[in-house]
Structures are given as structure tokens and as C-alpha cells.
């Protein structure tokens, strides 16, 4: 989350991808350091996942990144 909030202090657009299990100590986090977060979520395990598995998984949310990038470099 450090490494977040730094880039977007810098006006690099970021998105947090956050196993689900995750959501609200994310949150709880980037409040804590004064910020909130675009926060994408995966489903839980990461952890164990294959190579394809995780491919897999970037797959399904990479437009959803990509939208959230687009909208915080239009603000």
C-alpha cells in the first residue's frame, strides 16, 4: 500500500488487485496512511494458484483495471 500511495502522490495512476479475503484490511490500510485506495478485487487463495490459474485470473480482470486507470487519469 506504501508503494500506492508514493506512485499516486507522484500522479501515477494505481489499482490495488486485493484477494477478497483482503477487503477490508486494504481499506483499513490505505485509510491509515491517508488515502483510499482503487481497490480490485480476486478471489481468495492466491497464494496456491498455478501459473495458469493466475493468468487466468489477471485475465478476467484486466479490463476492469484498465477502466480504473482510464477514469483516474481523467480526474
Known amino acids: ?21 483482503f477487503k477490508s484490511a486494504a481499506s483499513a490500510q490505505g485509510k491509515a496512511l491517508g488515502f483510499e485506495p482503487a481497490i480490485i478485487l480476486v478471489e ?4 496456491d ?6 493468468a487466468t485470473i489477471a485475465q478476467a480482470v484486466t479490463s476492469e483495471i484498465l477502466q480504473v486507470l482510464t477514469a483516474n487519469q481523467a480526474t
Open 1 to 21: 500500500m506504501h508503494d500506492i500511495v508514493n506512485l499516486e502522490a507522484r500522479g501515477i495512476p494505481t489499482v490495488a488487485v486485493v484477494s477478497d479475503q
Open 44 to 47: 481468495h487463495p492466491i497464494q
Open 49 to 54: 494458484r498455478t501459473d495458469a490459474e493466475m
